[in-house]
């Protein structure tokens, strides 16, 4: 079936089995290795990616979900303002160790900053609900994601 | 697998009547292609019907808050009309999954699924809630807590569908409401055990009760023994060994690799007594 979407602002239009995992189109056919396969069962949130502007794990959508949607994934979404304060703030905060569920934690946390923003503990807590770090301990990606939302609130002015 | 995309409601009737075999419908896809995944489905059609406009949306009909089978969670939570006229059951959905998650699932996924654990049900059993369920000229009503026959199995003709979920507007007033999910972590999790409860209290006594149940027997359903054994009982006078040997007889716990059936026992009868107790020192 021929399936047709934006990826990262660029239109897509491929031949392939509508119940392809979407995840497997972006990382094979389309080379973005930025997003991570861990879990495969929407339950860690390594694969989380913006369709149609709201976050989805996308190891359990199929490509016929993503047909005239629009999708981002962390390789767009690392060159936003957003995406860059993130990345800094948890570079700053030690907040990645060996650095797997990232990629996942950067999607969650901007969809948080576009969407929300406030630096409150437990709004981000449940933002990032959906997303495993098996190294961390979470303190320092709730930290680096508070100053983020802080930072942001600054450039704002 | 075979695959189908229909262009409208009213080809996909056409095109059910059709079909034979085993028949998945896809929604939003997170419970199928986690199946899919496990190997539990190999073969047969899947019927996509995410992109049916006429499935979607919550709006206020008459005395109802309908809500099309294909509203994903998000847009249940994010929904005006839940916040002004269903506040606890919106509230609860926060308990549910991940936001990942529900951004995709869907209230229809979620029913039809039939997972004894579907966090849902609980609740749309408390509030008296309705399924429409259309087939190619025919819609009928049926209330939820007539919907499932057993495990994973329901009432749907092979031509049906769940078209909404329909709820009384006014369904929380007046009611002293409890929901709690049991579970091993708070997030993203599957329910050990869940109870949403509704009360109604008039001069100390328990005028009226609702108990609903998920992950303890095979399908979510209510506790209909216990709530008259409880009814018309003094709030401050309610004996624990009286619940426990009704809920005892009512009662037919699943073990799972999440819980014994024991624990899922226990469990329900703390929670109904957490629930009674808390309108004590209200």
């Known amino acids: ?157 | 697998m075979k695959f189908y995309k229909p262009t409208s409601l009213p080809s996909l009737f056409q095109f059910i009547e059709t079909v034979e075999n085993k028949k998945y419908f896809l929604a939003g896809g997170t419970d199928i292609n986690v199946q899919i995944k496990n190997g539990m489905i190999k073969d047969g059609t899947v019927i996509f019907i995410n992109h049916l406009q006429e499935l979607k949306g919550i709006r206020k009909v008459n005395n109802d808050i309908i809500i099309g089978a294909l509203t994903s969670y998000q847009d249940i939570l994010k929904s005006d009309l839940i916040k002004s006229h269903l506040p606890w059951f919106g509230k609860s959905l926060r308990f549910f999954a991940s936001p990942q998650l529900q951004s995709m699932a869907t209230i229809g996924g979620n029913i039809a699924n039939g997972s004894p654990t579907a966090d849902v049900l609980p609740l749309l059993l408390v509030l008296d809630a309705r399924l429409k369920i259309m087939a190619k000229s025919k819609i009928r009503e049926v209330p939820c807590n007539e919907f499932f026959t057993g495990y994973k199995k329901n009432i749907l003709k092979r031509n049906e569908l769940i078209g909404a979920v329909m709820i009384p507007m006014n369904a929380e007033q007046d009611y002293q409401i409890y929901y709690n999910k049991v579970a091993s972590r708070r997030a993203l999790t599957i329910a050990k055990l869940a109870l949403a409860g509704m009360m109604k209290i008039k001069g100390g006594k328990i005028e009226q009760i609702k108990l609903g149940a998920g992950a303890l027997n095979e399908y979510p359903r209510r506790l209909k023994s216990v709530e008259e054994y409880l009814t018309g009982k003094q709030i401050d006078r309610i004996e624990v060994l009286g619940i426990e040997d009704i809920l005892k007889s009512e009662i037919t716990p699943i073990s799972d690799l999440r819980s014994e059936k024991e624990y899922r026992f226990q469990v329900t009868l703390n929670l109904i007594i957490d629930f009674i107790n808390a309108q004590k020192n209200n």
């Open chain 1, 1 to 157: 079936m021929k399936i047709s979407f934006n990826l990262n602002g660029k239109d897509i239009s491929l031949e392939t089995d509508p119940m392809r995992r979407l995840l497997d189109i972006i990382r094979e056919d389309l080379g973005l290795k930025g997003t991570k396969e861990s879990c495969g069962e929407g339950e860690c949130g390594a694969c989380t990616i913006l369709l149609d502007g709201k976050p989805v794990t996308s190891c359990i959508v199929n490509a016929i979900h993503a047909e005239g949607k629009k999708i981002q994934t962390v390789e767009a979404i690392a060159q936003t303002l957003e995406g860059k304060l993130l990345i800094e703030c948890f570079d700053e905060a030690n907040a990645v160790q060996c650095g797997f569920c990232f990629p996942g934690f950067l999607v969650a946390a901007y969809y948080y900053l576009i969407s929300d923003g406030e630096p409150e503990l437990k709004k981000i807590k449940n933002a990032l609900s959906g997303n495993i770090c098996r190294c961390t301990g979470y303190t320092k990606i709730f930290e680096a994601v508070i100053n983020a939302c802080h930072r942001k609130n600054e450039i704002r002015g």
